[in-house]
């Protein structure tokens, strides 16, 4: 940052120097008052139409970083517009619930090939927050601004359930739309023998027409053949015609609303049991015959996938089984495959990395959230010590819809540990968990008196050590990024 004299402002504001554009002869900066630490959008001379909120001060105006004024800047420069990335090249999802995580995000990428997603936010996600598509948008827009990051940015609305979430998300201006048919996934499957798997295939419209299709059918990937006997059929067409048709409605109806070119992603990465290369071949086929252009699968892969920590299982099983689910995808796309839950999994980023040639998207989320923690654990101990206690309490409620095995008899009592020993619980699996799934609670939950108990503070403290969040995303999104380039 360096002062902004250079463009006549007065005493007691920063410039975000990458952040300095210009349209029609006028200077757009992203600037910072020093008091408050609060930043706004200033515009040289006398502003610019359909900026709202203007306040005069010496050279321009200073407008408020709201969620009109960024829809309004990303008219202006096109970069700050979210695009359709499709499937050229490999994707990564910087999920930011805090709002404030996008300019360490745009610096750990650099100059990479991936290509990034910076506004994404699931359905859960913003439920849990209380934050809407278009506030998740602005945050990601002002972000990339105060980088100057001008490479272009994907937008995923993430695990969509309804088509009146695809609608609301593509009124924000989200350009992908990762389905989530899993209310239509019959889980039961699993724990059916075959008999009750007959019962319920013989319950099931249309059923028999999917087995007349493909039963005895032989596919041949690499150097496997995948063989469509009767009775995983018939298991397939059970666990999933149902979504298959759900994914169709979605889609059709995204491509009815949506104008212009989209990306589609399917996700069935939240069921019980792993997706098997059959079962992915049953799925991509189907979507093809139903003119369903996907730009990404998430398949449940082999393994265990845990929120905030590394992958659990046998990684020369989840490389065998990634290599064909990624052979599967370039058959019948391509597409992309995408690794969901894909936070600190960094024991299988190589294998992403090596085998998926350029059709992988891995997504993270509230992996931000932890970095975020890791600065108040220093810079703030107390208040960390409080949300630690508070997130224990919550934690059995919170946890309901997340597949995780925390065992608390491993998560410390705060009150014996030192303030140099919280950043300690940032790297431990078990009181990460505690941490990682609550944040939705941390940040809304409000006192007596109405006011919040931790989001002020939360925010105030990542205000004032903004550059030391960027340096810990930074850090943490290369241990990401780096084994990734294969
Ligand atoms: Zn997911």
């Avoid at 695990?159 to 239509?184: I, R, W």
């Avoid at 992309?336 to 992403?352: L, N, Q, R, T, W």
Wanted: proline share 4%; aromatic share 12%; charged share 30%.
């Amino acid at each position: 940052m360096c002062k902004i004299e250079t463009l006549k402002l007065p005493e007691g504001y920063e410039v975000y120097e990458k952040s300095i554009d210009t349209f029609e002869g006028k200077v757009f900066a992203l600037v910072k008052d020093e008091r408050t630490r609060e930043k706004y959008l200033y515009i040289e001379g006398e502003g610019h139409p359909g900026f709202i909120d203007g306040e005069k001060i010496k050279g321009g105006l200073l407008f408020p970083k709201n969620v009109e004024n960024a829809y309004k800047l990303s008219e202006i420069f096109p970069y700050l517009k979210a695009r359709p990335l499709g499937i050229g090249e490999p994707s990564f999802g910087f999920g930011d619930r805090l709002g404030i995580a996008t300019a360490g995000h745009v610096r750990a990428l650099g100059n990479r090939k991936v290509r990034p997603i910076f506004a994404q936010q699931s359905i859960r996600e913003m439920e849990r927050t209380k934050r809407g598509p278009k506030e998740v948008m602005a945050d990601a827009i002002w972000g990339v601004f105060q980088e100057g990051y001008r490479d272009g940015f994907g937008s995923d609305a993430d695990h969509l359930k309804t088509e009146e979430h695809v609608k609301n998300l593509a009124d924000a201006g989200f350009t992908m739309f990762t389905c989530d048919p899993s209310d239509h996934v019959n889980n039961n499957v699993g724990r059916m023998d075959n008999t009750q798997i007959k019962e319920a295939f013989s319950k099931l419209e249309g059923g028999d027409a999917l087995l007349a299709k493909y039963e005895g059918k032989k596919v041949k990937i690499a150097s496997e053949e995948i063989v469509f006997d009767y009775e995983p059929l018939i298991k397939a067409i059970v666990k999933y015609k149902k979504a298959i048709d759900h994914t169709e409605r979605m889609y059709n109806f995204a491509k009815s609303y949506v104008k212009g070119t989209f990306d589609f992603e399917l996700s069935i990465d939240e069921t019980d049991e792993p997706t098997s290369p059959l079962e992915h071949l049953f799925i991509a086929s189907e979507l093809k015959e139903r003119g369903i252009k996907i730009t990404g699968l998430a398949p449940r892969f082999v393994g265990d996938f845990q929120k905030a920590i590394d992958y659990i299982g046998d990684l020369s099983r989840f490389e065998e089984e990634f290599r064909l689910h990624i052979e599967i995808a370039k058959m019948y796309g391509p597409y992309k495959i995408s690794v969901h839950s894909g936070s600190d999994k960094f024991s299988i980023y190589p294998i992403v990395g090596k085998y998926g040639e350029g059709l992988f998207h891995v997504k993270t989320a509230g992996t931000s959230y932890l970095e975020a923690l890791r600065v108040i654990a220093v810079h703030n101990p107390k208040l960390f010590a409080e949300i630690y206690t508070f997130s224990l309490d919550r934690f059995e409620e919170d946890r309901a819809t997340y597949h995780l095995t925390t065992d608390l008899s491993r998560v410390p009592d705060i009150n014996i540990l030192s303030e140099d020993e919280y950043i300690r619980l940032l790297d431990e699996n078990d009181p990460r968990q505690v941490l990682h799934v609550t944040y939705g609670s941390v940040l809304t939950v409000k006192s007596d008196d109405g006011k919040y108990l931790f989001r002020d503070r939360f925010f105030d403290t990542l205000k004032i050590f903004e550059d030391e969040y960027i340096k810990v995303l930074v850090k943490h999104f290369e241990k990401h990024l780096n084994p990734l380039e294969g």
